[in-house]
């Protein structure tokens, strides 16, 4: 009888192990151990396929139907040690899917193009260091809500300037946008001017004039989802031409079943293009110059 009961207290003992393990495992992992004066940071802005909706599923919860992600990581997309994350409450931690959790969705918040970039990046350029990603993607905006003085952009500006306060390197933004302004004449046909307006002063606003900005060019939507100004807003995207502005045509991105969202391997694919972009300029304007001449043949 006594055997009994022990072996039930150590069993029951051995379950809440387990599950505070597992409540541990599920913690965000604050970060201590990396030197945060070395982070590279890169913003991530735009609309919903910046913030994530890849792996998104409909599922009918108590009568009702939400879309929630489906959980599926892949390799690509996996967490690192090198990768940290500014997370909603303004805390580095590690970065994991979804990359935009808390920012502009919870339950409905899938993989964006976020952790396969940085992936990429560390996969090509072994020494890069730690990676701080700081997402800013708010699902539905117009350009207007990334004018000064309109939330999206004024929290992006606070955001990165409170992730700056620990020391580290602003090395660019990513920008997927463009959505939103396709069905007005005028969200579109002042895309340019708004574009050009919001380059400078997030440039002055965080101190950065020469800040890379890597520019994927909207894809065309699918029925019904095309607006009528599609082709407007692609060719003000096309023909910004500001220096450190690094543009690239993302058309033919693999469109979900929602038909206006991007799939995970259509995410994964945009990551990659982005880590493309960067390493286009970073082979000759950066101190990843250095790299690619160890010694100094210069001097
Ligand atoms: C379903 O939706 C209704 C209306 O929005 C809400 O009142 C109800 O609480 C929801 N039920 C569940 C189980 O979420
Ligand atoms: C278009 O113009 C109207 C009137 O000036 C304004 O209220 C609206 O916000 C504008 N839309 C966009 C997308 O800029
Ligand atoms: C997401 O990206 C796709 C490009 O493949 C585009 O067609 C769609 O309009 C975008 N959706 C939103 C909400 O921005
Ligand atoms: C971009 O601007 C530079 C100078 O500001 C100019 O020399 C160049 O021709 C422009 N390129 C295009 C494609 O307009
Ligand atoms: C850097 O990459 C760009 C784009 O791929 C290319 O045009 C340029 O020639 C490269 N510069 C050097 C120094 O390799």
């Not at 259509?266 to 790299?291: R, W």
Request: proline residues 5%; aromatic residues 12%.
């Amino acid at each position: 009888m006594l055997k009994h009961k022990s072996d039930e207290i150590i069993l029951i003992l051995t379950f809440l192990l387990l599950v505070s393990n597992l409540f541990w495992l599920m913690s965000p992992k604050s970060v201590t151990k990396c030197n945060k004066k070395n982070i590279q940071i890169f913003v991530l802005a735009g609309q919903s396929n910046m913030s994530g909706r890849g792996g998104i599923i409909k599922k009918v919860v108590g009568g009702n139907v939400t879309e929630i992600w489906d959980g599926f990581v892949p390799e690509e997309c996996k967490s690192n040690h090198k990768i940290i994350r500014f997370n909603a409450a303004q805390k580095w931690e590690e970065a994991h899917e979804p990359l935009n959790y808390g920012i502009d969705c919870l339950s409905s918040c899938g993989l964006g193009p976020g952790m396969a970039f940085a992936n990429e990046i560390l996969k090509k350029d072994t020494n890069f260091g730690v990676i701080g990603l700081v997402p800013c993607a708010r699902g539905g905006t117009g350009l207007y809500r990334w004018n000064r003085g309109s939330y999206a952009y004024d929290d992006l500006i606070k955001r990165v300037k409170i992730a700056l306060k620990d020391g580290g390197l602003i090395r660019g933004l990513l920008w997927y946008h463009g959505e939103g302004d396709i069905r007005t004449k005028n969200g579109s046909s002042s895309y340019k001017t708004k574009f050009e307006k919001f380059v400078h002063d997030l440039r002055s606003d965080l101190n950065s004039p020469n800040l890379p900005i890597f520019l994927a060019v909207l894809p065309y939507p699918k029925k019904p989802f095309e607006g009528p100004y599609i082709e407007v807003v692609r060719a003000a995207q096309l023909g910004i031409n500001i220096s450190n502005v690094i543009k690239f045509d993302a058309d033919g991105l693999e469109i979900g079943p929602d038909g206006i969202h991007l799939t995970t391997p259509a995410q994964i694919q945009l990551g990659h293009m982005f880590a493309h972009a960067f390493f286009s300029l970073s082979n000759f304007t950066t101190f990843s110059f250095y790299k690619f001449f160890p010694f100094n043949i210069f001097s």
